[in-house]
């Protein structure tokens, strides 16, 4: 059976960077395509906040079954932890990018109600897609096992050497 291994920061920081690029690019594609760009809500910051909220709250309800009270949770309801886990991980850095690079392209036109509303709501939308990565980092962490953590490589013991199989 495969490990599911950890996000990796790499991963984490290529989701982030593409967004803040592709965000960065779409208004003045947009106007170059003769469009109006379209005027953020705060439909968009609260939902990700509140999705921040719920699994942060999974996080912490998951950590406390498995590390503080040595409860043992079933196998259906770990991999539906984690597959929300690494989903939100993904979601929230790509859309993190996405809202960071509109708030961005906008910053220079500050001075104006249109730009500074644009600023600010796409980085409120940033800032809680980036608490909603945070959150699903902490709950990936919180679904490892209590003893996954001191072992290294599958098929090596604590010492580092190679487990004896059997004959």
């Known amino acids: 059976m495969n490990r ?16 803040l690029v592709i965000g960065r690019l779409i208004p003045p594609l947009i106007i170059r395509l003769d469009g109006n760009v379209p005027r953020l809500g705060w439909a968009a910051p609260l939902t990700l906040l ?4 719920l699994v942060g709250t ?23 932890m984690l597959s929300i886990a690494k989903s939100c991980i993904t979601v929230g850095a790509l ?15 500050m001075d104006s109600p249109l730009g500074k509303e ?23 962490r919180a679904c490892r096992l209590p003893g996954d953590d001191d072992e290294g490589e599958s098929g ?11 004959a």
């Open 4 to 19: 599911v291994r950890p996000t990796s920061t790499l991963l984490v920081v290529a989701l982030v960077g593409s967004g």
């Open 50 to 53: 509140l999705a921040a909220i």
């Open 58 to 80: 999974f996080a912490w309800n998951t950590w406390q079954t498995l590390h503080k009270k040595h409860e043992r949770m079933t196998a259906d309801h770990g991999i539906r």
């Open 95 to 109: 859309v993190a990018g996405l809202y960071g690079g509109f708030a961005l392209a906008y910053l220079d036109a």
């Open 118 to 140: 644009r600023v600010v709501r796409g980085g409120a939308a940033a800032i809680a897609s980036l608490l909603l990565m945070t959150a699903a980092l902490l709950l990936e």
């Open 156 to 166: 090596k013991a604590k010492n580092g050497r190679p487990n004896p199989t059997p």
